[in-house]
């Protein structure tokens, strides 16, 4: 399965999640959203945050979700590994597979939007 057709499949998941639990995911969302628009770091800088933490837990859909949402915050393909070269560092052998899975993401939902 590509990585768009992850985020997408993902994306459903959640969708039936957010159907059948709707207090606590729309707790996490309301959190999700007082994060990202509150205190001194701008978004870009929270994604590569998020992704790093991502990677060294190996949560491959929240490193999907958080490596386009890093794209559209602006950020480059330099920076994501810069990110991810923190994460390798901070998370050792594991981190290093998942940052991989993170930078193959970025190639490919860079190449769909041309």
């Avoid at 707790?27 to 701008?42: I, N, P, T, Y």
């Avoid at 794209?71 to 994501?80: I, P, Q, S």
Wanted: charged share 20%; hydrophobic share 45%; proline share 3%.
């Amino acid at each position: 399965m590509s990585y768009i057709e992850e985020i997408d499949h993902m994306r459903a998941e959640l969708r039936q999640l957010y159907k059948a639990a709707p207090a606590a995911t729309q707790g996490f969302s309301a959190l999700s959203k007082a994060v990202k628009e509150s205190g001194v770091l701008g978004v870009k800088e929270k994604e590569f945050i998020a992704l790093g933490i991502a990677v060294a837990q190996r949560c491959t859909p929240c490193i999907n979700f958080h490596v386009e949402a890093l794209m559209k915050a602006g950020g480059t393909r330099e920076e994501l590994c810069d990110v991810l070269s923190m994460a390798i560092q901070m998370g050792g052998g594991p981190a290093l597979m998942y940052a991989g899975k993170a930078l193959a993401c970025w190639d490919e939902l860079a190449a769909a939007r041309g």
